[in-house]
């Protein structure tokens, strides 16, 4: 016997077998009045509210959905109450700038755009989208006695679309399938442990690859969640503190600015021998993973996938064979990007670029039949990024996508060449990424100029275009940029100086 894998089994599951356990610990400072704590049963009741509410407002089964939202109670939620009866979630990275979110409102067709208050300015008003204000609407989404229509499943249908940065200057609408999500959660808590005991703060944007699985995975064994709405390294420990969180996830920087909080905090750092710490979107330099381990006393984990293979792929985890090696040692080995996941096939071409073949690869972009096949030539997902395998170990040695990872957001140089190239007094420009201690790599653009014009300028104009953290942090004037006969950027020689002593051109 076969049934369709869909993301409301691990909602059914959770309200099942832990409906009187807190589901959910909403945060308790934002502009629309927090849910505050809810159980299992409270939040499969409102994932099935706001599914009756779409009913009621005539959007079908395969409508897109779009949230945009910081971390909230009210997005963790409609994971389930968009996607749980049919309809297509489209979790949108709230620091866009409008341009760009009304790209991303009409490439995927959305009909209905819930959106957080404090974020309402960044959806344009017209016919096309129904807007939903957060808060406002409590009334409309929340309090649905009727039961939603039901929904026949199907795996294989749409269940989520994220937009991601690329090689190009537009965004692509990345497909995952109820199975894609399904496996990636079930695989992903398998591989770091997941029980009902643990406790998770939602540190990571829970649009940032469907939070990389875990409102899927930890709903479905019970675990309490904890919403933090902003990252910050002070308040990141005290909610460990008062919560007794056991897991959270994030990219380097966020454990950065922990690092840097752990400094001031009196006594022993919260979280100390309990608390699991999932690393991915940069590799992190061999030290941060060393004082993660021995300043804070969290055991680290590192992930590897990209959005596109929803996004697990390889797992990195500290093995009993190294427990009598050094701890620096440790963390070398530590630093790499880990083995395959199960299910999960690794390769490398000709050149060095890593191929995968996964059940959780997407099922294309939205929208985009030549992109997708071009990367899924040969029955591979094309990573886009140079590594090594050696010993079953993955390592990431170079990116061969034009894209620069920033605090584990991907920032497309394309893009930001384009806004920067729109300003009258530049007339040639190359955005590269260079070296950071604590963001992995900074968006930095090298500049000719024709004319008076300087960095202030430049970057109140990149503002106006872009996403703050795609703006360059850094801007560096030239008389001339390499080219090859053809008339191609040479980026691996404007990189060379700045990446001199690295092994990789990945921080």
Request: charged residues 25%; aromatic residues 8%; contains cysteine.
């Amino acid at each position: 016997m076969e049934f369709p894998l869909t993301v409301r089994d691990f909602l059914d599951r959770a309200a099942t077998v832990y409906p009187e356990r807190v589901a959910v610990v909403d945060e308790p400072d934002q502009p629309a009045a927090s849910l505050g704590t809810l159980t299992y049963r409270d939040v499969d009741r409102l994932a099935r509210s706001q599914a009756a509410a779409l009913d009621e407002m005539g959007v079908p089964a395969g409508a897109r959905v779009a949230v945009l939202s910081q971390n909230s109670a009210r997005l963790l939620v409609s994971f389930f109450g968009v996607s749980g009866w049919g309809r297509v979630l489209v979790p949108v990275n709230f620091r866009l700038a409008r341009p760009e979110v009304d790209y991303v409102l009409g490439q995927s067709g959305a009909e209905v755009v819930f959106v957080d208050p404090e974020l309402a300015h960044l959806v344009a008003p017209g016919p096309r989208v129904r807007t939903v204000v957060f808060g406002d609407t409590d009334d409309l989404l929340w309090s649905r006695a009727a039961e939603p229509r039901p929904w026949r499943g199907d795996e294989s249908a749409p269940a989520t679309i994220n937009y991601t940065s690329g090689t190009t200057s537009k965004p692509k609408g990345v497909v995952l399938t109820h199975r894609n999500l399904w496996l990636n959660a079930t695989t992903f808590g398998w591989h770091i442990g997941l029980d009902d005991n643990d406790v998770y703060l939602h540190t990571l944007p829970m649009f940032h690859a469907n939070g990389w699985g875990m409102p899927y995975a930890a709903s479905a064994v019970g675990v309490k969640q904890v919403v933090l709405r902003k990252v910050d390294g002070a308040e990141t420990l005290r909610r460990i503190d008062s919560h007794g969180v056991t897991l959270l996830c994030g990219a380097p920087a966020v454990l950065s600015a922990v690092l840097d909080a752990a400094q001031d905090w009196d006594g022993v750092v919260p979280g100390h021998g309990r608390v699991r710490a999932v690393v991915a979107g940069a590799p992190p330099p061999t030290r941060t993973i060393e004082r993660i381990r021995d300043e804070l006393g969290w055991e680290f984990i590192q992930i590897y996938g990209l959005t596109e293979t929803s996004p697990l792929l390889t797992v990195n985890r500290m093995r009993t064979e190294w427990r009598d090696k050094p701890r620096k040692q440790q963390a070398r080995l530590l630093s790499r990007q880990g083995v395959p996941s199960l299910g999960v096939r690794l390769t490398t071409d000709a050149s060095g670029e890593v191929l995968a073949q996964a059940n959780q690869c997407m099922a294309g972009y939205w929208d985009m039949d030549e992109q997708t096949a071009a990367v899924q030539d040969g029955g591979w997902f094309h990573t886009g990024d140079g590594g090594v395998l050696e010993d079953g170990y993955l390592t990431i040695v170079d990116r061969k996508k034009d894209v620069i990872i920033s605090g584990g957001e991907n920032v497309s140089s394309i893009e930001v060449e384009d806004v920067l190239s729109s300003h009258p007094r530049v007339r040639e420009v190359a955005v590269i990424g260079i070296p950071d201690q604590r963001w992995g790599e900074l968006v930095t653009a090298l500049v000719v100029a024709d004319g008076a014009v300087d960095e202030a300028e430049l970057l109140r104009h990149c503002r106006e275009q872009l996403a703050g953290y795609k703006c360059p942090k850094r801007i560096e004037f030239r008389d001339h940029l390499e080219r090859t006969p053809t008339g191609k950027l040479q980026k691996f020689k404007l990189r060379a100086p700045y990446w001199e002593g690295h092994g990789s051109q990945v921080n």
